[in-house]
């Protein structure tokens, strides 16, 4: 069973029609008829008691659309959070203090435009200092000039 299996199922109980959601999905009528069928053989229940042009939903198929329903709202959630977490969350900077007070806030401005909802923290030490932090996971990323302390370490 698929997200888009259920999907399509979703749309031909709501419309009570095969043609009605195909042209809804934008898809062929054959294929939304395919789906509803390898729903029901994968479930081995009939979905729809079919009556002239409209579909009637079994007692297995309100069953399956209660289930649907709370399955795409828990995928469309996740959707949501996962798209959205990604302009979210936490940035630590480390840099050395030349750096720190020349390039720091141009960049982090910029950030900050880009990403409204990115926590940036900022730490200006030495470089030694940086090293350390950058080595121990206290900061994502570091900003230096000049030479590393322990290069082998952090290449």
Request: glycine share 4%.
């Amino acid at each position: 069973m698929t997200i888009d299996l259920l999907k399509i199922f979703i749309m031909v109980y709501q419309l009570r029609s095969i043609t009605k959601a195909s042209q809804r999905l934008h898809m062929v009528q054959p294929s939304v008829s395919v789906a509803i069928k390898e729903i029901e053989d994968y479930y081995g229940v009939k979905l729809f008691e079919r009556v002239s042009r409209r579909m009637d939903p079994t007692v297995q198929a309100d069953a399956l659309y209660e289930y649907a329903m709370h399955l795409m709202e828990v995928y469309d959630e996740m959707e949501n959070d996962l798209k959205h977490h990604a302009h979210t969350g936490r940035l630590r900077i480390g840099t050395t203090i030349t750096l720190g007070q020349v390039f720091l806030p141009g960049l982090m401005t910029a950030f900050k435009h880009k990403y409204p909802d990115l926590s940036i923290q900022a730490r200006i030490q030495n470089t030694q200092m940086i090293d350390e932090a950058i080595l121990t996971n206290h900061i994502d990323l570091a900003l230096e000039e000049g030479k590393l302390t322990n290069p082998s370490s952090i290449a």
